[in-house]
């Protein structure tokens, strides 16, 4: 299961196709891509806070979607539109107001799912935040 | 299983103690509660929108999240506060550009967990847009 | 979403084509098949049982897939084989030794994915043994 | 997150408290105990399997569930009942009708829950056959 583009690629198709993800500011960076595997973190800013200093449950939810999506993506390249069906997400640990990484594994890469698994972390990749699992469907060619 | 708070009681609430949720506007209302069940509604601006009209999946995530938690404050009161420990979300057909209305039935109300049942659609409650479970812990008093 | 089996005909096709689910003896039975809908039950024996008198987790989670099964099958005929991509379960109370009814509804019928809603509850539908939410897979005709 | 028991502790303990998952014979057994991390196998026989050569849904289930127990067993020891409040699984590939093992990490073990990762594969620890995500809440000491 090699990657077919790289993280340049990643952000310059991710730019042009999905510039909504920059809306709060661009809070969402890929930081590694390996074979089945990519990283992406988030950088909250204020929006992404709460009260109590802590990252919201849907900030942590949106980086679990779009690092799944960006794990597809960098799979399969940019042929097509890879839609959410499902995901189970567990929160875990109270995270602090820092940056949050998530490293997705595809568990399976099918003609039409796709199943993710994606753990959530700060400083300690054995400590999680959250852990989530989504299922991506991908259209037909 | 009675509610032991008023729509008008629940909105006075979340203004003080969870104002966040009125970052982009005030777009959740609380529409129904009764017993065991509470109904909310999402009138999505642009923040929520994606291209192609529709509204997108960390919105509809956001809508379930907090309308299982209006659903558990409306029967427990505002005496202490649950956290979201599991979220598993069922994607099922794309929203148009309109509101949404979270029906929220409480399966379970013990006195440790709760589990909510979501459903989420636009005119038809028929026909889902999104199903979600939840499971919220509720801390001990 | 009209069924296009009748009782008789989901019976008759699972003693031919799925016979291993009366491997226990014939403690699955379809009950009821409506517009969209279906309730299968199990009349638990000794293996179902556990000490304490409960009947156990894989119990409910055989009788939650098999009946969204039958739901799925009920609805679009005995044309093809579907199989479960995924299956979330969450255990409300402990059921007692007792016959189990399960209610599918369906939240999805797509070409490719179907989605259903398990009820699982013992005399009082209102108060539910476990609830699940299961996704199957239907292969192209 | 040491463990608290070795493997031969964690089988005389379920041979005494937990004797039904012998019920089919000696098919599952602890194979591994480490910080943070039990595996399990499941040596399949007739009951297990399905037509076409294959290990059943519920009896995948019944791995995740029973494994994920042992690991919350292995490091709070034989002191209280730890009960699966939820499970999601997400079945990936056909397995044959041979072994298979269950690897599962705690990803937390808190006071009032666990959450267990489980991945259940056959040779290949990096093609999964399914991946399970299970919540044990551990009753007050």
């Known amino acids: 299961m090699q990657p077919v583009m790289t993280i340049d690629e990643v952000h310059a198709f991710l730019e042009t196709d999905f510039p909504q993800i920059h809306t709060d500011g661009r809070v969402f960076t890929v930081t590694a891509i ?3 595997r990519i990283t992406m973190q988030l950088d909250p800013n204020e929006r992404h806070l709460r009260p109590g200093g802590t990252v ?3 900030s942590l939810f949106a980086l679990a979607d779009v690092a799944a999506y960006v794990a597809v993506l960098a799979h399969i390249g940019p042929v097509a539109l890879a839609v959410t069906t499902n995901l189970n997400i567990n929160f875990l640990r109270m995270p602090k107001p820092a940056p949050l990484n998530c490293t997705c594994r595809l568990l ?18 054995g400590e999680l935040v959250a852990h989530a699992t989504a299922t991506y469907s991908i259209p037909p060619k």
């Open 56 to 58: 919201s449950g849907p």
């Open 108 to 125: 399976k890469l099918g003609k039409r799912l796709a199943v993710i698994d994606a753990a959530i972390y700060q400083e300690n990749p």
């Open 34 to 36: 390996s074979a089945g």
